[in-house]
């Protein structure tokens, strides 16, 4: 399990530049800022197509495919290419949005959590392929209003529930699956760090609000992130071999989901109906991971 | 064919306007073209557009190299970008500046117009979008289309929550324009591409001038908690001798440090067009 | 030196083997399958160490092998037909990022399993090298010289090399293996030109952003990835004085050009040390007084050997020029042969939908600039893996045989069969 961390921890040099030309406020970029300060610089990273590629001036060797369903192959390669030249010791890193993840990319990356990629496979969720512009994905949460799921007379925003990718993942049983926020940065380093030590396929879910995406202040950026996590939308776990889970943050009382839906544009439009089906579906699976908190679930 | 080039700042509409405009245009039976140039960038980083107008089909496919007229949609964009370039002699260039002619640091053989869009489309909209603002101010400035060719373009463009305000923002705007002056006796101020003071291995462009606002830290109250330097999207922020310092060439005033710090020490403040 | 009766897919695998490739991911189709398979074993036994990786599909499979090349390994995969057009995608990646990968390619029609060269001739874009194989000896001696021809410093791009389904991937005939010590010395091990490794990260950025700003792009600062031109490093760039990428389609043009001289000393070099060799991008059978000659691709090319054979019996003075590097085309050989010729007929297994033969436009675009043209026939044969017989390219023969005689032909193209 990982071992729990205070700011203070998290290490001082930077693995990233300044100056990069995302969105101000991107959650992206303090991702990537916060992800690479963890492992340092003896890593590669692989990026798809996304946001990411774009603007993270990262310093460490980069591996770019605008093969968007390629993630996981480009890490393979990376991977095993270092194990031929003598270089396992260098850490393979993907930073994967949404869409190379849930979707196009999905194929992919359940070839590698099975196969057992040594490798570590952080996607970084904005909820949406924000690159192009803001097309719906899988990961994109029901009634989320999106440039293709609208909200017209005959269009509520997405119909479908958010796909569940960690438990997915979990269980191909690999070594390791968690989820984080870029509003809890020692909760995410302390899994990195742990994650960084093990060998096989590993993988983190990273929660990144899009200002831009979601019509909010980027200012606000943090604020969300926090407020999704004390909501219980988005529950912070990891979950060891795919089969021991443990919730590495538990809020007392479950703030209601209204407060942060509400900061949201993409969100606007909920009638009190709405907000009520996500508070119930919220609520129950909550207590759901309460009852499996610390047990071996699958 | 008349050939027109805007400037501009993602996220202050530059794509947009060309659209309204040439479908304004084309309203009033001129055939038009609106091109956008897209590429990696995003809000706050330099946009183009182009626009073409003519009395019959336009079949050139390129890009506008040589306009008659420039739009600048971004009172500094003209600091860091030549944007004259290629300006035809005697062009016309139609600046949002909150100033006179003489201040924008623009000279040569064109004509200048200035607008303060920013501060209309401020009280009116209430948000730096310019787009409009300088729309309305186009039409008075050139005479290339009427302002109600342009307000039954923009239903068109945007959504119709917002049709009232914008069209309020560029009736104002449209008064407010500047008579038109000569820039030919000034002097040209230097154009400046702040290159990055970050070490010799490093690809970090300087993002400073994205800013409406940039935070401000009061040193006596911040405590050195770091969570601005962890939440910093930019790394703008440094723990300097355990208190918070800000690299304002990296900063973006998104205003996340502001948000966070615990103790209110730090404030965002608007920023001053030099 | 050992010899076995083998079958094509064997004969491939014995070349992967000897070329001491170490990082194979393929993903089974028929009827590439079984040299899947042959690797697997190899590899599970000890005879060949290297990184096996099961992917769970083509494009994963053409991906890993990229990246893989670019991190150091000597890569290696496999496809056919359907297998072949989906990846199709990762084929141009593959290319654009200069990666020397090797992929054998047996030869599969769509929507059927039977062979014909529409699955290879369809990636003649992707910036692939395309050479094509008669027998299962030139399919192992092929396998080892695509290496030595890809890691050229003069090309660094990937080499395709074909062999017909069935005909040749489970027929088994007489193949010599080359030996071990013998292919080494022909072939060194693999190094890849800009390792992406955390310690020389720093200073090829540094190398790089010199050669970047040198007017060979903009002057605005990027973010630099791997994978480009003469340097492992992509970039993504945004409109700005200077922006102009088209220079790489040109860069790669010219290696692809550079290719064809490399091919032919690669292949000079492997006849020298093996006895062995295949004419380079071409060989010309029995064409020295030819009136007409007949170009095929392929297993055809075998059987039109007979033909020739036959009609010179007949005292028929006719040639066969076997085409084996379909790209780069040699251009310079066909006008060559054209000066000396008076029809050349083009057996295409393959066509171009629309237009016709693919193997046809381009011998004709060959030759068209000749003060006096040859005649320049056509022939659809075996599309579909319908079997080509002897007596199908005799007739094709005979017609242009006539039409260098300068008879008159009813039509210049036609259908072998019918």
């Known amino acids: 399990m990982s071992k729990k961390m205070s700011i203070l921890d998290l290490r001082e040099e930077e693995v990233m530049w300044p100056g990069n030309p995302a969105c101000q406020g991107c959650g992206g970029s303090i991702v990537g800022r916060l992800i690479f300060k963890a492992l340092g610089r003896n890593s590669a990273r692989v990026e798809v197509a996304s946001c990411a590629p774009g603007f993270m001036n990262i310093r460490v060797p980069s591996f770019f495919g605008p093969a968007f369903e390629g993630a996981a192959a480009f890490m393979t390669g990376l991977s095993r290419g270092y194990k031929i030249i003598g270089r396992e010791d260098i850490v393979v890193a993907g930073l994967i949005g949404d869409g190379g993840t849930v979707d196009i990319g999905f194929q992919g990356l359940s070839g590698a959590a099975e196969r057992n990629e040594n490798v570590i496979w952080f996607t970084y969720d904005n909820e949406a392929y924000m690159n192009t512009g803001g097309q719906r994905s899988s990961a994109t949460p029901e009634y989320a209003q999106t440039t293709t799921t609208p909200i017209a007379k005959m269009s509520r925003g997405k119909t479908s529930e958010k796909k569940n990718v960690p438990m997915i993942i979990a269980l191909h049983h690999v070594p390791y699956v968690s989820t984080a926020s870029v509003a809890y940065p020692e909760d995410l380093t302390a899994k990195i760090v742990y994650a960084k030590e093990l060998k096989g396929f590993r993988y983190m879910h990273i929660f990144s609000p899009c200002p831009t995406g979601w019509g909010t202040d980027p200012k606000d950026t943090i604020k969300i992130a926090r407020l999704s996590v004390e909501s219980g939308l988005w529950p912070l776990y990891e979950i060891l071999d795919g089969r021991h889970m443990k919730l590495t943050y538990k809020p007392r009382e479950l703030k209601p989901v209204s407060e942060v839906l509400k900061m949201q544009g993409r969100f606007r439009h909920l009638n009190d109906e709405e907000i009520s089906s996500i508070q119930e579906a919220t609520t129950e699976n909550w207590s759901r991971l309460l009852s499996i908190d610390g047990k071996d679930i699958f | ?274 | 030196m050992k010899s076995e009766v083998m079958v094509g897919n064997k004969a491939v695998a014995y070349a992967v083997k000897l070329a001491r490739a170490n990082l194979i991911a393929a993903y089974p189709i028929t009827p590439q399958t079984t040299i899947v398979e042959y690797l697997s074993d190899f590899v599970a036994s000890g005879e060949l160490p290297a990184e096996f990786v099961t992917v769970e599909g083509e494009i994963t499979a053409q991906l890993v092998c990229l990246s893989g090349s670019i991190a150091g390994a000597r890569a290696f995969t496999a496809t056919s037909g359907e297998g072949l057009l989906y990846m199709s995608h990762a084929l141009h990646h593959t290319a654009r990022y200069w990666a020397p990968v090797v992929m054998a390619v047996v030869n599969r029609s769509v929507r059927t399993m039977q062979p014909d060269h529409t699955d290879l001739l369809a990636q003649r874009e992707t910036g692939w090298i395309q050479l094509y194989c008669e027998n299962n000896q030139e399919v192992l001696d092929t396998g080892i010289m695509a290496y030595k021809i890809a890691e050229d410093d003069r090309v660094r791009l990937p080499v395709a090399f074909a062999l017909d389904g069935y005909v040749l991937s489970f027929t088994a005939e007489p193949v010599t293996i080359p030996e071990q010590d013998k292919v080494d010395s022909f072939l060194k091990p693999f190094k890849s030109k800009y390792p992406v490794l955390p310690e020389t990260w720093d200073a090829e950025l540094e190398e790089y952003k010199k050669h970047w700003q040198q007017g060979k792009g903009i002057n605005e600062p990027f973010t630099p990835f791997t994978g480009d031109e003469n340097f492992s490093h992509l970039t993504m760039i945004s409109w700005g004085k200077g922006h102009d990428l088209q220079w790489r389609w040109k860069a790669h043009q010219e290696a692809m050009m550079r290719a064809k001289k490399v091919i032919k000393g690669v292949d000079e070099e492997y006849g020298k040390l093996f006895g062995r060799n295949y004419g380079g991008l071409l060989e010309e059978y029995r064409c020295d007084d030819a009136e007409a000659v007949i170009v095929a691709m392929g297993t055809l090319a075998s059987t039109s050997r007979v033909v020739v054979d036959n009609l010179r019996k007949q005292g028929k003075h006719v040639g066969l020029v076997k085409l084996k590097s379909y790209r780069p085309f040699p251009d310079e050989e066909f006008r060559d042969i054209g000066k000396r010729v008076k029809a050349i007929g083009v057996i295409d297994r393959n066509i171009s939908l629309g237009e016709g033969g693919i193997v046809y436009g381009s011998v004709r675009s060959a030759v068209y600039d000749l003060d006096e043209r040859p005649k320049v026939l056509g022939y659809y044969a075996g599309l579909a893996g319908r079997e080509v017989r002897v007596r199908d390219i005799e007739k094709a023969a005979e017609k242009t045989l006539k039409a260098a005689s300068g008879e008159n032909v009813d039509s210049p193209v036609s259908w072998i069969g019918g």
């Open chain 2, 1 to 274: 064919m008349i050939e027109i080039r805007f400037h501009g700042r993602g996220g202050q509409g530059a794509v947009t306007a060309v659209k309204i405009l040439a479908a304004a245009i084309y309203l009033e039976g001129k055939y038009t073209q609106a091109i956008p140039m897209y590429g990696t960038e995003r809000r706050g980083a330099p946009v183009v557009a182009f626009c073409r107008v003519d009395d019959t089909r336009i079949m050139e496919r390129d890009l506008v190299h040589e306009p008659d007229i420039v739009v600048v949609l971004d009172p500094l964009l003209s600091r860091s970008v030549d944007v004259t370039e290629g300006l035809k002699p005697g062009g016309l260039v139609l600046i949002n500046y909150p100033g006179t002619y003489k201040e924008t640091g623009l000279a040569g053989n064109f004509k200048i117009i200035t607008v303060d869009a920013t501060k209309i489309a401020l009280d009116v909209i209430g948000r730096p979008i310019t787009n409009t603002a300088i729309l309305g101010a186009f039409a008075k400035a050139t005479g290339l289309v009427k302002l109600e060719s342009l307000e039954e373009a923009i239903k068109g463009e945007l959504p119709s929550r917002i049709i009232a305000t914008n069209v309020e923002t560029m009736r104002r705007a449209y008064k407010e324009t500047s008579a038109q002056a000569d820039a030919s006796g000034l002097k040209q101020a230097k154009i400046v591409k702040k290159a990055s003071t970050a070490p010799l291995i490093s690809y970090s462009r300087v993002v400073s001038d994205w800013r409406v606002s940039h935070p401000v830290i009061d040193k006596a109250k911040c405590v050195g908690c770091k969570r601005c330097w962890v939440y910093c999207p930019e790394i703008a922020v440094s723990i300097v001798d355990g208190k918070a310092e800000i690299n304002y060439d990296y900063c973006k005033g998104c205003g996340i440090c502001s948000e966070e710090c615990l103790v209110g020490a730090i404030k965002m403040e608007r920023e001053e067009v030099q």
